[in-house]
């Protein structure tokens, strides 16, 4: 019984050490317990492009969820209200705040375009 008592202790400091844990200044993953979701495909890909000087890949392909256009509108402001410091190192690694966010556009022929600040643009459909 003293056994578990000690092992769920010890799990309990653990997870309590990984939450407090710093990352160092070079160190753009993000934080294993915010994972990012991106609005479009496209813009997963970029984000896989980008590698931490540390730690090498910091993003996984993970499925797609579609997400609708009134939230898309929404989540540059929650970037700064609902997730943390590093996530939002991590974030503008991929998607620096002079170029993003960037505005939805669409095209004659159907297709979605990002039209970045500078006044590219990226296809996303």
């Known amino acids: 019984m003293r056994t578990r008592t000690l092992m769920a202790r010890i799990e309990r400091a653990e997870q309590a050490?990984?939450?407090?844990?710093r990352f160092p200044i070079e160190c753009i993953c993000f934080p294993e317990n915010e994972k990012p979701s991106f609005t479009?495909?496209?813009l997963e890909e970029m984000a896989i492009r980008v590698l931490c000087p540390l730690h090498g890949v910091?993003?996984?392909k993970s499925y797609q969820v579609y997400v609708s256009e009134w939230l898309r509108k929404k989540l540059p402001d929650l970037l700064w209200t609902h997730h943390s410091e590093?996530?939002?190192r991590a974030w503008f690694a991929?998607?620096?705040e002079t170029l993003?966010?960037?505005v939805e556009e669409r095209t004659d022929d159907g297709h979605t375009l990002l039209r970045l600040k500078?006044?590219?643009t990226i296809v996303t459909s």
């Open 17 to 21: 050490a990984k939450v407090k844990a």
């Open 40 to 42: 479009f495909p496209v």
């Open 58 to 60: 910091r993003v996984q």
């Open 86 to 88: 590093q996530f939002r």
């Open 94 to 96: 991929s998607f620096p």
């Open 100 to 102: 993003w966010p960037a």
């Open 118 to 120: 500078d006044g590219s």
